[in-house]
């Protein structure tokens, strides 16, 4: 069935570059999407790429989608403190399937 | 920038009582769905709804569920007979196209 998984902490200082990964499963998806969440709040879109994509670029954030090993990662350059939360991939099919979430922890 | 709504931002209910979690998307949006996050897991599909009828729906959202689209503006979600194990934060979400969702803040959901 459909699946997506995630690392589950990523600590990292603030400048150096975030890398979250995520696999998936269903090679259907048209659209891939990065959620972030801060504590008490709910699900911000942050980005999202069209499956026909390798990469796509939007300030900080880079997400690199490598469809033959359904394989979605999210780089975010510069981390910052207001970057620390929890981050979550989602995939596509109708309905948005979730990963786990990444907990993202910037040490200043 | 427009947003998705939802209201309450908490509620507390015994077990057994009804509640309404009462949602406002985007005004111009045409899909909506409602997802829930129990602490510490996944979040999860619940219901996707589209054209005034549920599109999908996932085996969470049993017959204690029901959606509604009362005045075109609100899209709510009823649990019957709450249990404690339905205790979780409910995401309502919204899009223009079923490639895109954008959730609101989330309606947290405690049974006692």
């Known amino acids: 069935g459909e699946d997506v998984e995630q690392s589950l902490f990523l600590s990292v200082r603030e400048g150096d570059s975030s890398v979250i990964n995520c696999t998936y499963t269903?090679?259907?998806?048209?659209?891939l999407y990065w959620y972030k969440q801060e504590p008490g709040a709910g699900l911000q879109l942050l980005t999202y790429?069209?499956?026909?994509?390798d990469m796509k670029q939007d300030q900080r954030l880079t997400v690199l989608l490598n469809k033959k090993d359904k394989h979605l990662s999210l780089r975010i350059a510069d981390t910052q403190t207001g970057d620390s939360a929890i981050y979550f991939c989602?995939?596509?099919?109708?309905?948005?399937?979730f990963g786990q979430g990444t907990t993202l922890q910037v040490k200043p | 920038e427009p947003e998705v709504t939802q209201t309450p931002s908490h509620q507390v209910t015994q077990m057994g009582q009804e509640v309404i979690l009462r949602c406002v998307p985007i005004?111009?949006?045409?899909?909506f769905y409602w997802y829930r996050q129990i602490l510490g897991q996944k979040v999860e599909f619940l219901v996707s709804?589209?054209?005034?009828?549920?599109?999908?729906k996932s085996e969470i959202f049993d017959d204690q569920f029901s959606v509604e689209r009362p005045d075109g503006s609100n899209f709510t979600l009823k649990i019957r007979s709450t249990k404690l194990e339905d205790s979780a934060m409910y995401f309502c979400?919204?899009?223009?196209?079923?490639?895109?969702?954008?959730f609101g803040q989330g309606t947290r959901l405690t049974v006692v």
């Open positions: 269903d090679s259907s998806s048209t659209y």
């Open positions: 979400a919204s899009g223009y196209k079923n490639t895109e969702a954008f």
């Open positions: 989602a995939e596509i099919t109708g309905k948005l399937i």
């Open positions: 709804f589209y054209n005034n009828e549920i599109s999908e």
């Open positions: 005004s111009n949006h045409l899909y």
């Open positions: 790429i069209f499956s026909n994509m």
